[in-house]
């Protein structure tokens, strides 16, 4: 008689699977995998440890199982990945959203609140994330700012319930007209401009942030956007060529190396991305950018050399210099 396949023998199986093929992190996978086929939450698994899985979900399962063992990304296998409290959709298009780049987020988000508290009046603030992907940077600044205005009414509408009109969360819908946060989200690839369209629609961000089809600054070109933006940012392309070598295979084999390389020192689309800047930002306005941990010297002279103010190389979660932060000066 054939033998259950159970959450529980499911995973005595797939655990020493991918910890054979080295892959990282095997136990949290193998989770993240059943939890996706079987189509509960990771903490459900060990509460129904003696759930059947049927058929239809061992064929699924058994297939992703073995491209997880080619090192496919399981964020790709699985389609989506938390980043700063959002769910984001992710895919080959796109860079998968990483722990490094919420320093990001939070440094954005620092510097907003700050501008927005030495005004004497509330003024719409203006960020740009260039090479945005799949949107987590622009989906998360917007989100937080959002909330901490107490602007949920800025949110796209849903009709629910009784037909009244309420926002993503649930709450009365007010008045747009004073909407106060604007953020514009710019990527050269069509497949993840549609991507970050997509999360963007889904997280009810749409009178918020606009996604826009172009290459770095030129979306922006002809809004009359000129000297207005607080904050332009970017995680751009930034691995040089003698480090992708050495990039790990789950990486280099499925994620798009258009988002990941960036010239021969890894810097090609910092300087042009530096350049760019001054003519978006107002005079205080920041500007954000993800570098490799071994740049900062290097970014900290091209963001001096265009006669950024106030450079710093600021700390991810993790401690490794990881964030360009400069204060355009004004003309």
Not at 255 to 270: H, K, M, T, W, Y
Not at 286 to 313: C, H, P, Y
Request: net charge neutral.
């Amino acid at each position: 008689m054939a033998q259950t396949w159970t959450v529980r023998r499911l995973r005595l199986w797939i655990v020493p699977y991918l910890t054979e093929r080295s892959i990282d992190s095997p136990a949290i996978c193998a989770d993240l995998l059943l939890a996706h086929v079987l189509d509960c939450d990771r903490m459900r698994l060990y509460m129904d440890l003696d759930r059947p899985a049927n058929t239809q979900e061992l064929a699924r399962l058994r297939d992703l199982v073995q491209r997880a063992g080619r090192h496919e990304p399981v964020q790709y296998l699985v389609g989506s990945w938390s980043f700063f409290g959002c769910e984001i959709e992710v895919g080959p298009s796109t860079l998968i959203p990483r722990p490094a780049t919420e320093s990001l987020v939070e440094e954005a988000i620092r510097r907003l609140r700050a501008l927005e508290g030495a005004r004497s009046e509330k003024s719409e603030l203006r960020i740009a994330d260039l090479c945005t992907g799949s949107g987590c940077i622009a989906v998360a600044i917007a989100r937080s700012i959002v909330a901490s205005r107490g602007g949920r009414k800025q949110l796209a509408w849903q009709k629910v319930g009784d037909g009244a009109a309420k926002d993503s969360a649930g709450c009365d819908r007010g008045s747009n007209a004073d909407a106060m946060v604007r953020v514009y989200a710019v990527d050269v690839v069509p497949a993840a401009v549609e991507l970050a369209r997509r999360n963007v629609r889904k997280l009810g961000l749409d009178s918020i942030v606009e996604v826009l089809e172009g290459d770095l600054d030129m979306p922006l070109v002809g809004r009359a956007l000129e000297g207005s933006l607080d904050v332009v940012c970017a995680n751009p392309p930034y691995i040089s060529d003698a480090e992708w070598a050495k990039v790990p295979p789950n990486v280099r084999d499925y994620e798009p190396a258009s988002a990941l390389r960036g010239g021969i020192d890894g810097l090609d689309f910092v300087r042009r991305i530096v350049e760019c800047a001054p003519r978006w930002l107002k005079g205080g306005g920041s500007l954000l950018l993800e570098i490799s941990s071994s740049q900062g010297d290097q970014a900290r002279a091209i963001a001096g050399a265009s006669r950024f103010a106030k450079i710093e190389i600021l700390p991810d979660l993790e401690g490794h210099p990881r964030i360009l932060a400069a204060t355009w000066p004004g003309q």
